[in-house]
């Protein structure tokens, strides 16, 4: 019992976190629109743009002085 509270307490942390993600990465726009581009790949490359650019924000982001 106290082992699947020790996992639930760690898959809550993980599901919050990939849920900031996404919702980082969807500031993109053009990742929630249809695309309606037909060339191959084009999708996979506006997914690892969109990522990309979500990365950067999060690394660059000002980091708080904890005093």
Known sequence: MANNRKISKVRVRVEHAVEHAIAGIKRSRCVKDVLRNTKDGF????MVIACSLHNLRVDRRKKTLNL
């Open 43 to 46: 999708s996979d490359l506006i």
